[in-house]
């Protein structure tokens, strides 16, 4: 049985995400709360049966995937405890600032690219950029690390006549919208919308986490001069080693005190 403080979440056995990952990110999640604390000793394989209504073999499985996460550590006789985390610092940014801020992102990680082509674009790409269905576009995948865990999942679309203004740049390390402005892209105004997903089995992959991580979803079109969409970005980004700040102060107006966001001059390591 979980703790008397930690309610039990249910698994979903409708969903695509295996019933041992789904139990993977709950146990993390009592982890990062605090519930579970380095040197606590971990629900056995018998508990796990009981309190998520799952097979010994789902547990066992669960359990060695913490162990290969660096979580927990499994010793015969004397069961599986929680072992210290260590990680790099995380990074905070501004709602209205830059999703990779060039000066401070450089500095703090590394980019590994992961995919680079042109293809026929989706009808959700068409309508965004604004192109004839099938229209193509170039396409990137690529990775963010700080320090070295992987911190973000980044989708660049952009039409092809301006990708192939960027052919031959290095997106490893400079920022694709960088790499526009210097081909002479006047980019000028932006659209953004945060939400919530989780990782499907490409991105867990690529982030080192199981499928079925909460992550951070942030969407972004971006315009030139003439309002025309040159790129669309999605981003996925891990809340443990990223998140978005905003400072507010009381103010008074029409309506009576009211809070008055701010934003922070520049991104800043916590």
């Known amino acids: 049985m979980p ?5 039990s979440a249910p698994l979903d056995h409708a969903s695509s995400v295996p019933l041992y990952h789904q139990i993977v990110v709950i146990l993390t999640s009592r ?12 629900p056995g394989e018998a508990a796990i049966c ?15 995937e913490l162990a290969a996460m660096g979580r927990v550590v499994r010793e015969r006789g004397r069961g599986t405890r929680v072992v210290p985390h260590k990680k790099p610092p995380s990074v905070s940014a501004t709602l209205d600032g830059l999703m990779e801020n060039v000066g ?10 992961l995919d680079f082509r042109y293809l026929a674009a989706t009808p959700d790409m068409a309508e965004k950029l604004d192109l004839a269905e099938a229209a193509m576009v170039q396409r990137a995948v690529r990775v963010r690390y700080l320090g070295d865990e992987a911190m973000s999942y980044l989708v660049t679309v952009v039409p092809e006549q301006i990708g ?3 052919d031959g740049m290095d997106m490893s390390q400079t920022p694709l919208l960088l790499l526009l402005e210097a081909a002479g892209v006047p980019v000028a105004s932006a659209t953004q919308t945060i939400g919530a997903t989780v990782a499907d089995t490409e991105v867990a992959q690529a982030l080192g986490v199981a499928a079925g991580t909460p992550l951070l979803e942030v969407n ?13 970005i999605r981003v996925l980004y891990r809340p443990d080693l990223y998140r978005f700040e905003v400072a507010m102060q009381r103010v008074d107006d029409q309506s009576g005190r009211s809070w008055r966001a701010e934003a922070p001059e520049r991104l800043r390591s916590l």
């Open 3 to 7: 703790p008397d403080d930690q309610i």
């Open 31 to 42: 982890m990062t709360s605090g519930a579970l604390r380095p040197g606590d000793t971990m």
């Open 50 to 64: 009981t309190e998520f209504g799952v097979s010994r073999i789902t547990a066992r499985r669960a359990l060695n």
């Open 104 to 113: 401070h992102m450089g500095r703090m990680t590394s980019v590994k690219v």
């Open 164 to 166: 192939r203004k960027v």
């Open 220 to 232: 972004r079109l971006v315009l030139d001069d003439q309002e025309r969409p040159v790129e669309m």
